[in-house]
């Protein structure tokens, strides 16, 4: 993870969040066509208004539901720095219906560009672009007919699930996919690849041996666990060195996956590990010059970075409740709840923790002035234990 800047008052000063967003979505909006509605000179709640008053939402800790959403349209604070007027129910309904995510999806991965690409602590990795993938799961209401079950132990409950690539040098994410709650994870990373970057996924990835091949075909590499009960055929042992044997790799071999030669897998790396009482089995295509064994063990458990953001997005951010309710409307609200989170770390240089982020909402409702918020982000910026390290 960066390091923490330290921020300074006039810094402070000129962070804007709701003009930065407005700054960034005007000329994306200008090149991609937008619903004829918004031209209608009756309208009274444009585009951007109405995705500022969300992104303002988000920032507010007492806003958990749509009606509380348009509720605190009424106040002159919001008006003044969203730019929209008081928002009715109906209106905010029918809005999220006529945006395309699409939109916000530019804004964010620009957004996600003006991320600098640190050194890794481990310069081994500094030649790397590493990508975590993963999905996590967030509860629909009963009404939410569109989202199928898939949420709870028995998939019993309606749910949506947001598919996420996490650039682990950046300490970031990068790309984003919203399904139903029963959309494939596997199907997802097929549609997000891109060419060179390298996947670090868990045992649900490793289980799809078509997967691998896909992957490699359009040159891009991984990191997958596999399941315990993976049938191996070796081909290959290759040796281990005493740094290999130091991060607990027991084996490293050239193998094939599947019990028949029906499902056989490609030629893979096979990374076996035995430390500290857990047992992994790993599986790669980058090449033994690129990542050694330990390496590649360093790799995967550089995979809990997106772990840990699912936590803070869903928990310090605050995103368990919906304020929109249609398939669009979710997608909105998880879209900007991502540029949310890159925008706070372009400004602190990390991802906040809850103590950083209280002090932040309060900036943004008025609450803490500049000097205040300079005098004690530094205070709260301590790194948390346990957080995963570049």
């Not at 330290?6 to 619903?35: C, M, S, Y």
């Not at 993938?133 to 019993?156: C, F, H, I, N, T």
């Not at 991802?351 to 609450?367: H, T």
Request: aromatic share 8%; with cysteine; glycine share 6%.
């Amino acid at each position: 993870m960066p390091d923490v800047r330290a921020l300074t008052e006039q810094d402070l000063r000129h962070w804007k969040l709701i003009e930065d967003f407005q700054d960034v979505l005007g000329p994306i909006a200008a090149k991609n066509p937008l619903a004829p509605s918004f031209s209608d000179p009756r309208r009274t709640l444009g585009y951007a208004s109405y995705l500022s008053l969300f992104l303002f939402g988000l920032f507010n800790p007492a806003v958990q539901s749509m009606r509380q959403l348009c509720a605190i349209s009424e106040l002159k604070k919001v008006q003044n720095t969203t730019g929209c007027g008081k928002v009715s129910l109906g209106s905010f309904s029918e809005t999220q219906r006529l945006l395309e995510p699409d939109l916000l999806k530019q804004v964010f991965e620009q957004f996600v560009e003006r991320v600098p690409r640190e050194n890794p602590r481990d310069v081994r990795l500094q030649h790397l672009e590493l990508i975590a993938q993963d999905g996590s799961l967030w509860a629909a209401l009963p009404r939410m007919a569109w989202a199928e079950y898939g949420v709870g132990k028995q998939g019993q409950a309606k749910g949506v699930r947001l598919h996420l690539r996490f650039n682990i040098i950046k300490d970031c994410p990068e790309d984003a996919l919203l399904t139903v709650g029963k959309g494939s994870e596997t199907e997802a990373l097929r549609q997000m690849l891109l060419p060179r970057q390298t996947t670090v996924a868990d045992r649900l990835y490793g289980k799809s041996y078509r997967l691998f091949e896909q992957i490699d075909r359009v040159g891009a590499f991984f990191v997958f666990r596999l399941q315990d009960i993976a049938v191996i055929q070796g081909e290959q042992e290759l040796p281990i060195s005493p740094a290999d044997a130091q991060a607990g790799v027991v084996r490293h071999a050239w193998v094939h996956l599947g019990a028949t030669e029906q499902l056989r897998s490609m030629r893979v790396r096979l990374v076996e590990i035995r430390l500290q009482g857990r047992h992994l089995l790993l599986v790669t295509n980058l090449p033994l010059a690129e990542a050694s064994p330990e390496l590649v063990a360093l790799i995967y458990r550089r995979r809990w970075s997106i772990e840990l953001f699912f936590r803070w997005i869903k928990c310090v951010l605050g995103t368990r409740h919906f304020f929109a309710e249609s398939p669009q409307g979710v997608a909105l609200q998880i879209y900007l709840a991502l540029i949310a989170a890159v925008m706070v770390q372009l400004l602190t240089g990390q991802r906040p923790n809850q103590r950083v982020m209280d002090l932040l909402q309060f900036y943004m409702l008025g609450w803490a002035t500049p000097e205040e918020l300079a005098r004690l982000l530094p205070k709260y910026s301590a790194k948390r234990p346990g957080a995963a390290k570049s």
